[in-house]
């Protein structure tokens, strides 16, 4: 094979996948996580079932795959040099793609699928989870480096302290998910990880 068949190939797989996630995102605004499957996902896109599953065998593994995509470009924490502006703006995101009725549920949905299947969890840590945590913790640790944050705080604890209320109303359902909601977290986080007024 050429490498201009080669090229065309992979710009096929990328065009393919778009009309996956697509797809994807739009049986989820419309219908809830256990109304749609696989066929659907492949009759909207215009492919066969088999290329809806390539490198991702299982339902589960789709949706998780088109949510990353769709939220990505709106998780890219913050650096202007703030932390607490910083932190309101990447919570008020945070909340809002989890309030989302096309992203939250379905988030949710295939959560409670982590704990029966390994491999669902296991990419989920990787791809989802551990990098944005990740991000955030090199965050914090920059505010400490700025002197806006203790240096005497566990920076992983920290990362749960701030974005825990969050994923816990995610998962619970036990309020709404707003922008002042996350205002509040942020300045009560601040209140015990910044440092003392001098």
Known sequence: MTSVEQSALA???VTTRQRIFEAVLGLCRERAYDAFDVGDIARRAGVDEEAVLAGRPAKNLVVMEALLHAVAPHMRFPRTGDIR????Q?????ARLFADPGIGPHLRAVISE????TRLSETFLRTVYTPNRTVARARFELAQEQGQLRTDIDLDTAV????GS????LLLA???LTPQ???SIAEHALAGLGLPPA
Do not use: Y
């Open 174 to 176: 036990t309020g709404p």
């Open 11 to 13: 710009a096929d797989d």
């Open 114 to 117: 982590m704990h029966t299947d």
């Open 166 to 169: 969050l994923w816990f109303r």
């Open 181 to 183: 909601l996350a205002a």
């Open 90 to 94: 990447q919570l008020a995101a945070t």
């Open 85 to 88: 502006a910083d932190l309101e």
């Open 160 to 163: 749960d302290l701030v974005f």
